[in-house]
Every structure is written in structure tokens, then in C-alpha cells.
């Protein structure tokens, strides 16, 4: 028999506190006194007989009380298993995350390479093995470990992030089919958030022994890009970096085309996310933000985005036929390179929102729940929402409708408080110059705004955005906000005759189309090993994969027009429909979940708590040659535990017994004559 943990097998000299209590608490008779002395030798002989007798077995119940419970928390295990006969059924679960590429030289990878393989070596013969790979890669049971090995020598790590879900529920639901002795071997690196939000009842349903093999090293710092994004000022970005370590890092960031590249030196505080803002000299479609710095994880270094050329995307207007809504579409249409599509809010929460450029609402009326969080999704991922306000608003429904519980966010810049009539005319006499809807035109842009005026307004209160045009009465006309990576608009008024003249001015095509130009976002980031939905062509019967290395996949386009696939490495990735009308490209930015750069590590006491089995057993990869065959660590810590508890028992049933026997004999005895 070997042991797990041997470092508590010290506790056994806790045998000594039972015998030095036993020697230390031993009393002297008390004195009787008797008529005759006659038979009081034969008494005292056999009382002391009985007295040595009773506390010896109390002392051999207490000794092995402390020492069965301290071999079960040095966690036995034995080559030989008290059931035998019966099948052995493994299933080794491996990480192969982003995570698990860290080090120099792949530390981390190596380590479950070499603990798998030992684990392999340790199995009875003819014991049935599966290994599921975090990322959906499974071996069906075999009895053949020379194959299982080589597998998994000849495997790496990948870029997806947290699927321990998956792979648990996978296990479970193999091992359910099958009767026998069942061990679950889970080898990773033991992040902390792979195991977030992890739902264990599927193991409730198998009698499996899980046995979590630690792989980890002691890396304290590690940088990450988290997010990459264009501000709506022309040719700038925002990298959002995070530094996991404890202490103050400097490095250089490069930001790169295949033209172009430029670079900043930047310091990321300790524990702290840093958003820089870089400024490219040109227009840029295609780039790569890359840390320079040798921590212990490159892959979350880098960061692809695909920002989308101008006038590529539609927008899509909700609103009423009437004359407000003639003005918006005729007005976006001047543009030439932006077309109009008309939709409905009820249509919104199966449409794919994110082939537009813009959502522009017309004096619309509520906004249902599952259309509010389709919209909130679209504007997190870097969406334009342009919203005016008209008659049919009631104010208490626009300010609950617009309230995100999820996020505890409200997504418009202001709320709104009533309709305002006003006795005269209002006209512009504050805009925001400074801002790039506005940019172009300078402290030249009242001169444009002086002839137009306002009959009414919707008043706001409690603003959390920014006001870009205010009134002559103090009302504002226009808000912006910037909600995730997106923008929101908030015109407090219609473009209708009874409300002002606006739209009939030169400069409102002029301004909306510049709020379309500048205030676009990027293709809605996608990540190493989530599913993607690209949609193309519906008379295209092929659509090629191209990978960022060029490699193509020919897929059928069996749905026409939406063709998915699951990117596995990172950097751009293009769909191509081929169809009669010639070849359309979608067009996908793949990263590294940035979760997977935390350096934080989870607790074998929670994992304890999530993963809620008894049955549980801890390795360090130090220790992973001392899995001899463990086919009983499990049950023998159980086994040594349930013999303390009944050694316990019986110490406080014989020990209350004897005392009781004693008193009683006591009470018999006459104190005086």
C-alpha cells in the first residue's frame, strides 16, 4: 500500500497523546473503610485486574482511532482492488485550452503529457480507456493503452477557451452506459475560470471515482490583450490590455497592416486593465495588435480585427410610414454608397443585425423585451443605434423598455421626461465642434444649423451621455452615448413638419450621413473554437473556409445562404460564396478568448464544493508517480474514515459502560460499619 498525501502520515504520532493522557491521568483510590480485612486483598486484586483490563481497551480504541484517521487523510491507495472482478472503466479528461501553452517551451503541456502517460502505465490490464479533450476531441473506450498514448503524445494544446462543461458531461453520460469500477482522470492546469459557472449533476448519475491531477506551475504574471476597437474618430483605436501579474510591466505595442506598422511603449500597472489610444496615418481594414514582451503566454498577445470598409454594410430603419421616416431613408440614401433596408421591431429579434451599419429608429412605439436585447447585443459589439423620439413615446415605458437588468445598464444617453410645445421657435445655438460629426465643418457648423428651428421637443432629465446640440431654450436636441463598443443616438425630436424643419435643411443628409461613416463598428469579434455564422449568397452552392494561413475547406451550402464553421486557430478568416452572380467574401476576426490569460488558480476546497462527490482525489504533478494503479484511493480513505467513526463509537459506548459498571460496583460497597 502506498499513500497519496504521505506528508499527514506524521500525524500518527498523535498515537502518543492517548497513552501520555492514559499514564498522566491515572488516580489513587479513594479510602473505605471495612470491618474485617478479610477478604479485602482478593477485592482490590481483582478490581485492579479488571480496571487494567478495561483501560487498555479504551487506550487500543483511542491509538487506533487517531491512526486510521490520519491514514485516511494520507489518501491509501493499492495495487489490488477489493472488488477485482469487475470491469475498470477510465475516462481521462484533458485541457488543452489556450491556458495550457504556457511557459517557455510549453512547461504546462509537458507536465500533462508526462502525468497521462504515468497514468496510462498504472492501469490493470484490459481496463477500458476514453480521453476527451477539452476541445471536443474524444478517443472512444479501448483496451489498447499503445494507441491512447500516442495520441496524446502527438497532441497539443489549442487557442479555444473554457468546454470543461462539455467534457464533463461527455464523461458522464459514456460512463452511464457502462457497469464496473469508473475513475474520471481530469488533468489540467486548474484555472480558475474553467471552472465557472461548471454544473455537476451529470456526475450525480455514475458512481465514478474523480481523481484531479494538478499540472499547473507557479507563474505569477502574465499579460493580455482583452479588446481592440476603433473610436469613432478616423484612424483610431482602442487596445484594452491586462496585466494578471503583481507587479508593474513595460512593454511596446505594435499595431500592424501588411503595409503599415507602427508602435508605442506603454506601462501596464499590476492587477489593472490599461486602454491605450493609437492613431494610424492611414485608413486601415485588416490589423494586428501585438504585445511585445516575453511573458508566459504568447497566444493572448496578439489581437485580430476586421474593420468593415466604408459603405459595406446596410441600415436598417424601424418606423412608420409617414413623413418622417421619407425624410430618414431619403436622406441616408443620398449617400449613394449606404442603402436602406425597412424592417419591423417585431422582425428584429430573428434578424442578423450585425450586416448593418446602423439601427435607426422613426418615432417608434415600445420595444418589447427580446427586441431590447437583441438591440443591446448588437450595440455592445460595437453597433450604432440612432433613435428619435416622437409622438408615440410615453416616457415611462421608453425608460423601463431601455433598461438592460442583466447588465444593471440603462442604454440611452438620457431618460425621457415629457413632450414640450413651445410658444416661439427654437433655434440651434450650442453644437459640440470638437466632435467628429462635426469635425469637418468646425466652428463653421452654426452658420449651416441658423435657419433650422423646433416647434417641440422631449424634454430629458438624468443624463449619462454627452449633449451635442442644445436649443436657445436650454432643451438639448441631440445626446450621445457610448454603450460596450458601440454608440447610441438621441435625437428629442422626429423629423416630421409639426415638430421642426430640420430635415428639410441640406445639412441633415449631410449629417446623418457622416454619423453612418464615422460611428461604424467592427466585425463583432469571434474566438478560437466558438461556432460562427457567416451569411452569403443563396444561389451559392459551395462556400470555401480559408484559414489565416491560406488553407481552404470546401463546405456545401445545404441552408442557403448560412453556412457555419468553427474557427481553430486565430487571425482573419474569410467565407467565400461562389455563386452565378459572381463571388461574394464574408470576412471574420478569430482571437484568443482573453479569459484565458489569468494566472489565478482555483482551490481544492472549491473544486470539492462544485464538483459535490465524496469521491474526490487530489494529485500535484510532483506527484504523479505515485499513481500505482490507483484503484482504491477513493474507497480506501473512505474505508480507513468509516473505521474511525466506528472505532469512535465504541470507545464512547465501552468507556460510558465501564464507567457506569464501576460506579455501580462502588455504590455496593458499604463505607462504614
Known amino acids: 500500500m502506498g499513500f497519496l498525501q504521505p506528508v499527514f502520515l506524521w500525524g500518527l504520532a498523535g498515537i502518543s497523546v492517548p497513552v501520555l493522557i492514559h499514564l498522566f491521568s491515572r488516580k489513587k483510590s479513594p479510602p473505605y473503610f471495612f470491618s474485617t480485612l478479610k477478604f479485602i486483598k482478593l477485592t482490590q486484586k481483582k478490581t485492579i485486574r479488571r480496571q487494567k483490563i478495561e483501560e487498555i481497551i479504551v487506550l487500543l480504541l483511542r491509538t487506533a482511532i487517531v491512526a486510521c484517521l490520519f491514514i485516511a487523510i494520507a489518501q491509501p491507495v493499492s495495487k489490488k482492488y477489493f472488488f477485482a472482478e469487475k470491469e475498470n472503466w477510465v475516462v481521462l479528461i484533458l485541457d488543452d485550452s489556450a491556458s495550457m501553452s504556457a511557459g517557455s517551451s510549453n512547461d504546462v503541456w509537458k507536465n500533462l503529457q508526462s502525468a497521462s502517460e504515468k497514468i496510462l502505465a498504472s492501469l490493470k490490464k484490459g481496463t477500458h480507456i476514453s480521453v476527451i479533450f477539452s476541445s471536443g476531441k474524444t478517443i472512444p473506450f479501448t483496451t489498447i493503452v499503445e494507441d491512447v498514448a500516442r495520441e496524446i503524445r502527438e497532441s497539443k494544446p489549442g487557442f479555444h477557451g ?13 460512463l452511464e452506459k457502462e457497469s464496473g469500477y469508473q475513475r474520471i482522470f481530469i488533468v489540467s492546469d486548474l484555472q480558475k475560470q474553467t471552472w465557472e459557472k461548471i454544473e455537476s449533476s451529470g456526475l450525480k448519475k455514475i458512481n465514478a471515482d474523480i481523481i484531479i491531477v494538478d499540472v499547473s506551475e507557479n507563474y505569477q504574471s502574465n499579460l493580455t490583450i482583452k479588446d481592440f476597437y476603433p473610436l469613432p474618430v478616423k484612424n483610431t483605436y482602442v487596445c484594452s490590455i491586462i496585466n494578471w501579474g503583481n507587479q508593474d510591466v513595460t512593454a511596446e505595442l505594435k499595431i500592424s497592416d501588411r503595409d503599415y506598422e507602427t508602435a508605442k511603449h506603454l506601462t501596464i500597472e499590476k492587477g489593472k486593465t490599461t486602454e491605450i489610444e493609437i492613431k494610424t496615418e492611414k485608413e486601415l481594414q485588416s490589423l494586428k495588435a501585438e504585445l511585445l514582451y516575453p511573458d508566459i503566454l504568447k497566444p493572448d498577445n496578439c489581437f485580430f480585427l476586421q474593420k468593415e470598409a466604408s459603405g459595406e454594410k446596410k441600415v436598417l430603419l424601424i418606423g412608420s410610414d409617414d413623413t418622417s421616416i421619407f425624410y430618414t431613408r431619403s436622406s441616408v440614401a443620398s449617400a449613394g454608397t449606404i442603402s436602406v433596408e425597412m424592417g419591423k421591431q417585431e422582425e428584429i429579434p430573428s434578424m442578423q443585425l450585425e450586416k448593418y451599419r446602423a439601427i435607426i429608429f422613426v418615432n417608434p412605439q415600445r420595444t418589447e423585451p427580446s427586441t431590447r436585447n437583441k438591440i443591446a447585443e448588437y450595440v455592445f459589439n460595437g453597433g450604432t443605434l440612432i433613435y428619435f423620439a416622437g409622438e408615440r413615446i410615453v416616457p415611462d415605458d421608453f425608460n423601463s423598455d431601455w433598461y438592460i437588468k442583466e447588465k444593471n445598464a440603462f442604454l440611452m444617453p438620457a431618460k425621457l421626461s415629457n413632450k414640450s410645445d413651445f410658444i416661439r421657435p427654437a433655434r440651434i445655438v450650442w453644437v459640440a465642434t470638437g466632435h467628429p460629426l462635426f469635425g469637418e465643418f468646425g466652428e463653421k457648423t452654426l452658420d449651416y444649423l441658423k435657419t433650422i428651428s423646433f416647434n417641440s421637443c422631449v424634454s430629458i432629465k438624468e443624463i449619462t451621455g454627452d449633449i451635442l446640440i442644445r436649443l436657445d431654450n436650454g432643451y438639448p436636441a441631440l445626446c450621445e452615448k ?12 422626429t423629423p416630421a413638419s409639426s415638430w421642426t424643419n430640420f430635415q428639410t435643411k441640406p445639412f441633415f443628409p449631410v449629417i446623418m450621413t457622416v454619423m453612418l461613416e464615422y460611428l461604424s463598428g467592427s466585425v463583432s469579434t469571434a474566438y478560437a473554437g466558438s461556432n460562427i455564422v457567416v451569411k452569403g449568397s443563396e444561389n451559392a452552392d459551395i462556400v470555401t473556409i480559408i484559414n489565416p494561413d491560406g488553407k481552404t475547406e470546401i463546405m456545401q451550402n445545404k441552408n442557403k445562404n448560412t453556412v457555419s464553421f468553427t474557427p481553430d486557430t486565430p487571425g482573419i478568416w474569410m467565407a467565400q460564396f461562389n455563386s452565378p452572380s459572381g463571388l461574394q467574401k464574408q470576412i471574420t476576426a478569430v482571437n484568443v478568448p482573453w479569459t484565458e490569460g489569468s494566472t489565478e488558480k482555483i482551490s481544492y476546497g472549491e473544486l470539492r464544493s462544485i464538483l459535490k462527490k465524496s469521491h474526490i482525489n487530489f494529485i500535484s504533478k510532483d506527484s504523479t508517480e505515485k499513481i500505482i494503479e490507483q484503484t482504491t484511493g477513493g474507497q480506501m480513505m473512505i474505508f480507513f474514515l468509516e473505521i474511525s467513526l466506528l472505532l469512535l463509537m465504541a470507545e464512547l459506548i465501552l468507556s460510558n459502560l465501564f464507567v ?14
Open 660 to 673: 457506569l459498571l464501576r460506579e455501580k460496583g462502588i455504590k455496593n460497597v458499604p463505607h462504614k460499619i
Open 482 to 493: 457610448k454603450t460596450g463598443k458601440g454608440r447610441i443616438f438621441l435625437f428629442t425630436f
Open 162 to 174: 473554457n468546454t470543461m462543461q462539455l467534457a464533463l458531461d461527455k464523461a458522464s453520460s459514456m
